[in-house]
């Protein structure tokens, strides 16, 4: 295990004030923070070889093409991909997904074909679909959730049949903290011939993911979310399945030969990497991995569940408060989702925000899901690796204060 | 633990018009109707308007959902339309928002807003402007109906 005061030691943020109270950041599924070295690493790159990449004959380019395949690599190790050329850059996990929602899906999804997702999606693992669904006039499918965002894996099994082409399923719920068993589903897929997208958003970044393992075809995920900059992200998918697909951008970089009227396209990955890419993130990315590498994932994941756990049982002493996912840490990621029918979630987040915690309110971009619980907006608190036992209790203390704020009017001290 | 500078945000005016909104009756006649929702945070307004023979506001059902800061805005502009003209409501609903974007506003104007400057925290909260608003927005929305049916 890691040692966590000496991690957020690494984390510059971590000591500011907010109304000059410690900040207590209780918000990683929106975003994480930094650790000096990814800040360095930006820093580093404009500072010491920016340059472009891939064509430059000249030093600062190949030190700078270096680097960034070099994090191209990094990533690559981290998922347990067995090449880099599977790791495509992307902006974040929403573009990674369209990516496969305007190439591979236009090509394979038919008529009368079924795209299979569950009914907590995020909406960058649910708008695309239904566009796909809408174009091609094929049929979107919902594997049903219970209350908890837990799904029956037989009924899961009957709406996987053979008309499924693709499965697109989330890994971590964003909203309940729910995990899916996405390897169990995509053995079922696989088995029928479909192929499986998993969205890795909120899974990547907090337990070991290993896409060999899970045979998927596609994982998306954000490097914002894992320590990275934002504005980088990442489409992994298995070779076969890239080589066959079409460019998603065209133009510079991604062509091999051009005449008047015809072109050629590059070799795997940047195929499907048009333009001057996003190098000083990606790199940067590669440092994020290179952090989170040296804590562990699977110590990650202990620090998480921990946290959850502890979290869940505080939650318990607030009275009147509806929190939802998983009872069983084991079956969640570190995010809890809680609403108070006294106190709208945006009322509540404000008061919190007066006492320097940092949480999330809102539909969470889980709109359908919000209306099938019958909630505007929950607020939600997300752990990662530099949050503590003690912030939590200030959040649970905060919440209740706030609560009496709003039901007796008198702040509490 | 005190809330840094909340009862600015929560002045007791505010907290006690979404404890007790005003003007929540459903009518069963009227010559403005219309609904409003930011489908953000499910903030959601429906606003009803019967005029009298001058065209001034005889009644007005105002209910909401959502935050408090929501609820009381549409309780405080019932309260602030009554009896007024559509002419005086077009006029203080530019008002209004002038004010709480913290446009600068004659001695007159601000005279004019009476109780909704008790709105004022607001102006350090942008990211609840959405939530004062969408009552005014709602209400413009229904006037401009009306004006145009």
């Given at each position: 295990?890691?040692?966590?005061?000496?991690?957020?030691?690494?984390?510059?943020?971590?000591?500011?004030?907010?109304?000059?109270?410690?900040?207590?950041?209780?918000?990683?599924?929106?975003?994480?923070?930094?650790?000096?070295?990814?800040?360095?690493?930006?820093?580093?790159?404009?500072?010491?070889?920016?340059?472009?990449?891939?064509?430059?004959?000249?030093?600062?380019?190949?030190?700078?093409?270096?680097?960034?395949?070099?994090?191209?690599?990094?990533?690559?190790?981290?998922?347990?991909?067995?090449?880099?050329?599977?790791?495509?850059?992307?902006?974040?996990?929403?573009?990674?997904?369209?990516?496969?929602?305007?190439?591979?899906?236009?090509?394979?999804?038919?008529?009368?074909?079924?795209?299979?997702?569950?009914?907590?999606?995020?909406?960058?693992?649910?708008?695309?679909?239904?566009?796909?669904?809408?174009?091609?006039?094929?049929?979107?499918?919902?594997?049903?959730?219970?209350?908890?965002?837990?799904?029956?894996?037989?009924?899961?099994?009957?709406?996987?049949?053979?008309?499924?082409?693709?499965?697109?399923?989330?890994?971590?719920?964003?909203?309940?903290?729910?995990?899916?068993?996405?390897?169990?589903?995509?053995?079922?897929?696989?088995?029928?011939?479909?192929?499986?997208?998993?969205?890795?958003?909120?899974?990547?970044?907090?337990?070991?993911?290993?896409?060999?393992?899970?045979?998927?075809?596609?994982?998306?995920?954000?490097?914002?979310?894992?320590?990275?900059?934002?504005?980088?992200?990442?489409?992994?998918?298995?070779?076969?399945?890239?080589?066959?697909?079409?460019?998603?951008?065209?133009?510079?970089?991604?062509?091999?030969?051009?005449?008047?009227?015809?072109?050629?396209?590059?070799?795997?990955?940047?195929?499907?990497?048009?333009?001057?890419?996003?190098?000083?993130?990606?790199?940067?990315?590669?440092?994020?991995?290179?952090?989170?590498?040296?804590?562990?994932?699977?110590?990650?994941?202990?620090?998480?569940?921990?946290?959850?756990?502890?979290?869940?049982?505080?939650?318990?002493?607030?009275?009147?408060?509806?929190?939802?996912?998983?009872?069983?840490?084991?079956?969640?990621?570190?995010?809890?989702s809680f609403h108070s029918n006294d106190v709208h979630p945006h009322d509540l987040g404000t008061?919190?925000?007066?006492?320097?915690?940092?949480?999330?309110?809102?539909?969470?971009?889980?709109?359908?899901?919000?209306?099938?619980?019958?909630?505007?907006?929950?607020?939600?608190?997300?752990?990662?690796?530099?949050?503590?036992?003690?912030?939590?209790?200030?959040?649970?203390?905060?919440?209740?204060?706030?609560?009496?704020?709003?039901?007796?009017?008198?702040?509490?001290? | 633990?005190?809330?840094?500078?909340?009862?600015?945000?929560?002045?007791?005016v505010i907290l006690e018009h979404s404890t007790q909104p005003r003007n929540t009756a459903v009518?069963?006649?009227?010559?403005?109707?219309?609904?409003?929702?930011?489908?953000?945070?499910?903030?959601?307004?429906?606003?009803?308007?019967?005029?009298?023979?001058?065209?001034?506001?005889?009644?007005?059902?105002v209910q909401t959902n959502g935050c408090r800061i929501n609820k009381a805005s549409g309780s405080?502009?019932?309260?602030?339309?009554?009896?007024?003209?559509?002419?005086?409501?077009?006029?203080?609903?530019?008002?209004?928002?002038?004010?709480?974007?913290?446009?600068?506003?004659?001695?007159?104007?601000?005279?004019?807003?009476?109780?909704?400057?008790?709105?004022?925290?607001?102006?350090?909260?942008?990211?609840?402007?959405?939530?004062?608003?969408?009552?005014?927005?709602?209400?413009?929305?229904?006037?401009?109906?009306?004006?145009?049916?």
């Amino acid at each position: 295990m890691f040692d966590t005061e000496k991690v957020r030691q690494d984390f510059p943020i971590l000591s500011r004030k907010v109304y000059d109270l410690p900040l207590i950041y209780l918000d990683n599924a929106a975003t994480s923070q930094k650790p000096r070295s990814v800040i360095q690493s930006l820093t580093s790159y404009y500072e010491e070889y920016n340059s472009n990449v891939h064509r430059g004959v000249h030093s600062l380019s190949m030190e700078a093409t270096d680097q960034y395949e070099d994090a191209r690599k990094k990533v690559a190790q981290f998922i347990g991909a067995e090449e880099p050329e599977s790791i495509v850059w992307t902006r974040n996990t929403t573009e990674s997904i369209n990516l496969v929602a305007k190439t591979w899906a236009q090509r394979n999804i038919n008529a009368g074909d079924e795209i299979v997702v569950s009914q907590i999606e995020h909406h960058s693992n649910l708008v695309p679909w239904q566009r796909v669904a809408k174009q091609k006039n094929a049929t979107l499918r919902f594997i049903p959730m219970a209350n908890d965002g837990s799904i029956e894996m037989d009924v899961a099994d009957s709406i996987i049949s053979e008309r499924c082409k693709l499965l697109a399923i989330v890994q971590t719920s964003n909203s309940l903290g729910t995990i899916h068993p996405v390897k169990e589903l995509a053995l079922r897929a696989s088995s029928v011939g479909a192929k499986v997208l998993i969205d890795g958003a909120q899974s990547v970044p907090h337990m070991p993911v290993d896409v060999t393992d899970l045979n998927c075809d596609f994982l998306a995920f954000s490097g914002h979310k894992m320590l990275g900059p934002t504005g980088i992200g990442v489409l992994y998918a298995k070779r076969d399945v890239l080589e066959q697909m079409e460019p998603f951008l065209t133009g510079g970089e991604m062509v091999l030969q051009v005449s008047y009227q015809d072109a050629t396209w590059n070799e795997l990955p940047m195929r499907f990497e048009a333009g001057t890419p996003n190098i000083a993130d990606a790199i940067a990315l590669g440092a994020a991995v290179d952090y989170l590498s040296s804590l562990g994932m699977e110590n990650v994941r202990i620090h998480e569940t921990q946290l959850t756990q502890y979290a869940l049982e505080q939650f318990k002493t607030i009275e009147d408060l509806d929190v939802f996912g998983p009872t069983d840490p084991t079956k969640r990621g570190g995010i809890v989702s809680f609403h108070s029918n006294d106190v709208h979630p945006h009322d509540l987040g404000t008061l919190l925000d007066r006492q320097g915690i940092a949480i999330r309110t809102g539909h969470h971009c889980t709109m359908p899901l919000m209306t099938k619980l019958g909630l505007p907006a929950t607020a939600r608190a997300s752990f990662y690796i530099y949050n503590t036992e003690a912030e939590i209790d200030l959040l649970v203390d905060g919440v209740k204060s706030g609560l009496r704020y709003f039901n007796d009017g008198v702040p509490s001290n | 633990m005190a809330f840094h500078q909340i009862d600015a945000l929560y002045h007791k005016v505010i907290l006690e018009h979404s404890t007790q909104p005003r003007n929540t009756a459903v009518l069963s006649t009227f010559h403005v109707e219309t609904n409003g929702l930011n489908p953000f945070c499910g903030d959601e307004t429906h606003i009803q308007i019967l005029l009298d023979s001058r065209e001034r506001v005889d009644k007005i059902g105002v209910q909401t959902n959502g935050c408090r800061i929501n609820k009381a805005s549409g309780s405080m502009l019932a309260e602030a339309i009554v009896g007024k003209s559509v002419s005086e409501i077009e006029n203080l609903s530019v008002l209004f928002k002038r004010f709480i974007k913290s446009d600068l506003l004659l001695p007159h104007d601000v005279q004019v807003l009476g109780n909704l400057q008790n709105m004022e925290g607001v102006k350090n909260a942008p990211i609840r402007m959405k939530c004062v608003l969408l009552a005014w927005s709602t209400l413009d929305d229904g006037i401009c109906g009306y004006r145009n049916p």
